[in-house]
């Protein structure tokens, strides 16, 4: 069952509402008992809906304070400002173009467009024949538009401009990535060959992941992060803001991935929910272990930022399939999400990528690893689907993210002067510091 809208296929009532709105990520069929009457039905599938999506909004929250914990004090004001402005661009276009573009209505395409921008219902009306609010499924898939977006900022973190990056912000949020969701969501031809992406390990994560990455080769590392005698560390501002924002973003995953179960009208609804918090759950938690483990085995102490990587690694692992799982193999999908940051963030400074919060791990590489172990518990998906997908994805993202990205660079130009970075570029690109009373240094 894909994201597309129930008001294009009205469903079937008997007196029960017996079947999941088809308007996002994929979701199994409940069984049919002990379901509630249509609007009933109705009012839970919007309240899941909503619930979902302001927890999701609150990762908004999560992704500012992470990145403002791992920035340097000098460039924490300028990573809020980055944080409030990509989400409200991102609500912006959703609504003008992004939405259209994602839920077309045309059954197996590669781009569609529907009428925009998009058409909330009138004071007091309710078609209950979809099975939810049209304005809660507008908000419950804004969110993750944003979550997208939100990945990319702390890669590129201090040393881009804030109006190219709210530039590419624009085209990422209203074209990029509704096109990447109508090929799976939206009923496109990833959808048609059985790709399966319940809650956006690569739709969401995956897709901010490569854009995070073009931006970070094209755009090129910190000034003095790599030298001739090598890589010099910068810490962040604030282990525990960074901490606090990781607990954040776990809490919202609850929203995440419990709320694309997409209907809580029938028993069998609210329990697969309740399988998919404790799913969601036990791999974040495997996650932080595994990640605690490995460095302290590699490096002879644990450290801090790989556990909340491993955290947020081992909950986009399992947000591709939260619910057909068991509990152990949720810990196991999460588990080796939670190496990933582990094995991949060395990697990535050997080859001077300078991804300053370790996005590119955590979103692309554990959200490609989620997506391939799909069809392990679902038999159902096909594994050459899931490659496809993966596949796709990454050139349609890397191809067009990377247009922008030079297009931006040859234009209005994306670093600041060398002076400027060096200063920071809550001087440079605020006037405000986040910590004025501080003497900044590095």
């Keep these: 069952m894909t994201r597309k809208h129930l008001y294009t296929a009205p469903l079937a009532f008997a007196g029960l509402l017996l079947s999941a709105p088809a308007l996002a990520q994929e979701a199994a069929a409940p069984e049919a008992v002990e379901a509630v009457s249509g609007g009933t039905a109705y009012i839970f599938n919007t309240l899941l809906f909503l619930i979902g999506g302001f927890l999701v909004m609150w990762m908004a929250a999560g992704f500012a304070m992470l990145e403002a914990g791992l920035v340097r004090s000098k460039n924490v004001s300028v990573q809020c400002l980055k944080n409030i402005g990509l989400y409200s661009i991102a609500g912006l276009m959703f609504w003008v173009i992004g939405y259209s573009i994602a839920y077309p209505g045309f059954e197996g395409g590669f781009f569609g467009i529907a009428d925009f921008p998009y058409a909330m219902q009138g004071v007091g009306e309710a078609d209950t024949g979809t099975g939810y609010s049209v304005a809660s499924d507008w908000f419950f898939q804004m969110v993750f538009c944003a979550t997208t977006a939100s990945i990319v900022s702390g890669t590129v973190a201090e040393r881009i401009k804030i109006v190219p990056f709210f530039i590419f912000v624009t ?77 954040i973003l776990w809490l919202g995953w609850f929203g995440f991935n419990g709320a694309s179960q997409l209907a809580m009208g029938t028993v069998g609804d609210v329990s697969d929910v309740s399988k998919i918090f404790v799913n969601t759950n036990m791999a974040a938690a495997a996650g932080v272990v595994v990640a605690i483990i490995l460095t302290q085995l590699r490096y002879g102490k644990a450290d801090t930022t790989m556990a909340l990587n491993g955290a947020l690694a081992g909950l986009v692992a399992i947000t591709a399939e939260p619910l057909t799982p068991n509990v152990g193999m949720a810990i196991v999908i999460g588990g080796i999400g939670g190496a990933l940051p582990v094995i991949f963030v060395p990697i990535l400074d050997k080859l001077k990528i300078d991804d300053v919060v370790g996005a590119i791990p955590v979103h692309l590489i554990a959200g490609i690893w989620g997506t391939l172990a799909v069809p392990l518990t679902n038999t159902e998906v096909p594994f050459v689907a899931q490659i496809t997908g993966v596949v796709a994805t990454g050139v349609f993202v890397c191809i067009t993210s990377g247009i922008v990205w030079f297009a931006l660079k040859a234009t209005v130009g994306v670093r600041p002067s060398a002076e400027e970075e060096m200063a920071g570029l809550d001087v440079g690109e605020t006037g405000i510091e986040a910590y004025p009373e501080f003497a900044r240094a590095n």
């Design 171 to 247: 085209l990422l949020t209203g074209f990029i990535y509704p096109v990447i969701v109508s090929w799976e969501w939206g009923a496109g031809w990833l959808d048609a060959m059985g790709f399966s992406d319940f809650a956006g390990s690569t739709l969401v994560h995956s897709t901010g992941g490569w854009a995070a990455l073009m931006g970070a080769l094209i755009i090129g590392p910190r000034l003095g992060r790599y030298t001739d005698k090598g890589m010099t560390v910068f810490p962040g501002s604030s282990i525990p803001l960074a901490t606090l924002g990781t607990f």
